[in-house]
């Protein structure tokens, strides 16, 4: 074939895919058929819980019938242990200083994984004895949030990646990247492991997603906006209550939490 029959009959595939009056699916000639709908997680309120104002929530996570909790704003930081029925803090260690901001929490076999911001500092606690770490780990990336799947714990950086990583020497295994439609989801915040999902929300949004962490794949989400307004609006702090961030789950009981930073009620949710 000579190239210049080549180059016409290139023009005329062109024009044809121009010209495909709809067939495609959208009248312009662009096949959006693959992108799909990601279903909405329907949900209800079935309890209202109280919740510390005083805690910039980073992490929540159930273990072993007790709620264990997360926070961060530097010297204000802490890592708790509370009765989620009465909102009491039963025990807290107070972990931050003027450069350490605590993030995200998960426990796995007993031990607490402690995610810092930006200092690369991972703290490690005996889930009975928190009041100080038993081992401390180096994270290259930002801490975010960290859930596990009862072999690997699952970190976010605030990037649209999902790290595996090794809980017993902290070694990257495998890193999966968070798409919804092709796209990339970032932001990704407080982390929880539900099912074999991962539950993600975004931070500064009321959106929690639904991971499939072996493809990264969004499979559904949670739309939560509007609760502050809803259900506190008379507890709205100005510049003081802050976005939802906060998920935890009981698999013995199947009770899932949400709450927000410096949010007055954590709300248990079925769905």
Known sequence: ???????????????????????????????????KTIPLIQ???????PHDTGAYTQGLEFYKGKLYEGTGDYTNSSLRITDYKTGKVEKKHMMGTDSIFGEGITILKNKIYQLTWESHLVYVYDANKIDKPVKTFNWPYAGWGITNNGTDLIISDGTAKLYFVNPDDFRLKSTVGVT?????????????????FVFANKYQSDVIYKIDPSSGFVVAKMDLTGFANKFFADKIVPDRTDVLNGIAY????????????????????KF
């Open 1 to 35: 074939m000579t190239m210049k029959r080549y180059s016409v009959i290139l023009v005329l595939l062109i024009l044809a895919a121009c010209n495909d009056n709809g067939k495609g699916g959208n009248g312009g000639g662009i096949d959006t058929s693959f992108v």
């Open 43 to 49: 949900y209800n309120i079935i309890a209202e819980y």
């Open 180 to 196: 919804e439609n092709g796209d990339p989801v970032g932001y990704l915040n407080e982390l929880e492991y539900v099912d074999g």
């Open 250 to 269: 009981d698999s013995a009981t199947k009770k899932f939490l949400v709450t927000g930073k410096r949010w007055p009620k954590m709300f248990e949710l």
